[in-house]
């Protein structure tokens, strides 16, 4: 069983900073990437916020460019999500997703934690 587990959410002031950090844990054989999502209040869908693949490559969404930065801990199988000069259009909630494989010839699926609040104020 896999699990992504979420941490470093909380309430900010605008051009605060706040590290997220997403930890994948259980039977894994290859990570082929992980990510945040955000769904922001009154959205229907979550937005790709940053996405970090094995190998190395990095996408971020064109909002958070300049501000966010997202990095890697492969032997800890962590995702981080340093964001700085936050605004108050980034309050959200977010999510981390990952592509696992859990066998060594077996597929990949798309996991997702459960979530943490990001809420930055005026």
């Known amino acids: 069983q896999v699990q992504l587990v979420e941490s470093g959410g909380g309430l900010v002031q605008a051009g605060g900073s706040l590290r997220l950090s997403c930890a994948a844990s259980g039977s894994i054989f290859s990570i082929n990437f992980m990510g945040w999502y955000r769904q922001a209040p009154g959205n229907e869908r979550r937005e790709l916020v940053a996405i970090f693949t094995k190998g190395g490559n990095s996408n971020l969404a064109d909002s958070v460019k300049g501000r966010f930065t997202i990095s890697s801990d492969n032997a800890k199988n962590t995702v981080y999500l340093q964001m700085n000069s936050l605004k108050p259009e980034d309050t959200a909630v977010y999510y981390c997703?990952?592509?696992?494989?859990?066998?060594?010839?077996?597929?990949?699926?798309?996991?997702w934690g459960q979530g943490t609040q990001v809420a930055v104020a005026s």
């Open positions: 997703n990952a592509q696992i494989q859990t066998l060594v010839h077996g597929p990949q699926y798309s996991y």
